[in-house]
DNA sequence: GCATAATATCAATATATCTTGATATATTAT
DNA sequence: ATAATATATCAAGATATATTGATATTATGC
């Protein structure tokens, strides 16, 4: 029960898909990619994703000092679905901003 | 993306996960039957029946005074996948009460 | 019509979640 | 070691959601 409203809370909020339907588009992103893309502030953006990963849809890769979230692969049947209905919801996103170079990193 | 929040809103809480798992077992119940089943009070039932029934999980019949809720079929993909979540977390659910009478009624 | 029963809605409080700004941690470069 | 950058965490206030008790609505039987 818990985990399955963990993943549904994850859900639950706007800015979170947003972010899901960004990183399924543009792949994995670090924290400051996505805080000039969103315009949001680092704490805020760091709490969302913290959110999503702990709902089980995101994974994180650390290079240095970057932190780059992606769609973590393979996701269950549930998971897999809620992305599905995320791409029909036809969301506008804003343009990528992208300030990290992955340089040495393998992603 | 109202839409889809307002699904998993729907899910997002214990009760109504509970509450869907009981109807799904056993099938079409009025808001009295669940009430004596959960000891629950009326206004809280009646108002998470309200979201569910919102959120596109269940329908209701009017029998009378009755009010008959059930799992809506079909479910989209998204909806029957959570209902699959959920009949697969093993959740403890009370006995049901039934107090009310179909009668008449073709449920 | 009047009384009763089932359900729905409302207003107030309690609880949880989100946002923000400040601070802490960790890595890299000098 | 110090400074700079990226990210994570914390505390406070703002917002949303849940619960309760009271009231309103609707249908039935007398």
Redesign the pocket.
């Known amino acids: 029960m818990d985990v399955f ?1 963990e993943t549904v ?2 859900l ?5 898909i947003k972010l899901l339907a960004f990183l399924d588009i543009h792949g994995a ?7 000039e893309s969103f315009g ?12 999503l ?1 702990e709902g089980g849809f995101l994974r ?1 890769d ?8 992606s769609i973590r692969f393979p996701l269950d049947r549930f998971r897999s679905e809620a992305l599905s209905e995320i791409r029909c919801l036809g969301i506008e996103l804003p343009p990528l901003q992208k ?2 170079e992955t ?2 990193c393998k992603l």
């Not at 639950?12 to 979170?16: A, I, K, L, V």
């Not at 992103?29 to 805080?35: A, F, G, H």
């Open positions: 409203l809370s994850a639950n909020d706007e800015t979170r992103l670090c924290v400051c990619d996505l805080q949001m502030i680092q704490s805020r953006l760091s709490r969302h994703l913290k959110i990963k994180v650390r290079c240095g000092t970057w932190a780059y979230y300030l990290s340089g040495d």
